[in-house]
């Protein structure tokens, strides 16, 4: 199994700044994926994370809302753009082999 | 299109009592399925998952899943419900070939009562 760190665990940004999530795994792994859950709701996908390539969005996710970094196997940053309180939601990464394994999260609130 | 549809919003069980939460998947092939557990203000933690192979797995914390394809269900059952069981259950497809992307099910909230 990997572990997989995220930090920050948890936010507080006005509206109109920006915050990078980085997302850490102990081992190397091929695909890295970065999904928001949105209060009371289950998780949606927002983008596949490559190494060497540009990432791959979901329908309604943006690059230039949602940029993602990743500069190797086993690191992964996802930014959120000029914020909006829409934007407050917890941010959660998961890498792995045929199992997805989850970081616990960031709780991002934007006001 | 792949989707899952977690049927049942919200349970609530008698602490002692047995589990069932329901799963229903849409999908081309055989996918692969999982069941996640999410405290609160926690991230997810795997319970079981299935690749192939026996339709009845075995996960942690005393659940199981049955996969049944006719169905296209993968219902996740304990036998007996602890307090620490409430939490948040999601049911999740990996479809097969495309780098391991998952979607995931609305979730089930699940409440013990003492």
């Known amino acids: 199994s990997a572990v997989i760190s995220q930090k920050p665990s948890r936010d507080i940004c006005q509206r109109g700044t920006s915050l990078t999530i980085q997302c850490q795994v102990d081992s190397q792994v091929t695909m890295m994926f970065w999904y928001r859950q949105q209060p009371g709701q289950s998780l949606t996908l927002i983008a596949t994370?490559?190494?060497?390539?540009?990432?791959?969005?979901e329908s309604g996710f943006v690059i230039d809302k949602f940029p993602i970094s990743r500069p190797n196997l086993t690191f992964s940053t996802l930014t959120v753009s000029n914020m909006s309180p829409e934007d407050s939601s917890i941010y959660l990464c998961?890498?792995?082999?045929?199992?997805?394994?989850f970081g616990q999260g960031t709780r991002l609130t934007v006001v | 299109a792949q989707s899952v549809t977690q049927p049942d919003i919200h349970i609530t069980v008698s602490e002692g009592a047995s589990l069932e939460l329901r799963c229903n998947y849409s999908?081309?092939?055989?996918?692969?399925l999982f069941w996640y557990v999410q405290s609160p203000g926690q991230g997810l933690q795997l319970l079981l998952k299935y690749f192939s192979g026996d339709t009845l797995v075995q996960g942690i914390k005393g659940f199981e899943a049955e996969f049944k394809r006719s169905q296209s269900s993968f219902n996740l059952r304990k036998p007996s419900v602890h307090w620490s069981d409430a939490a948040e259950y999601f049911c999740a497809v990996g479809a097969r070939g495309t780098g391991n992307q998952f979607y995931f099910g609305t979730g089930t909230s699940l409440t013990v009562i003492p």
């Open positions: 999908y081309g092939a055989t996918p692969y």
């Open positions: 998961s890498g792995g082999g045929l199992e997805a394994f």
């Open positions: 994370a490559n190494q060497g390539s540009e990432a791959t969005y």
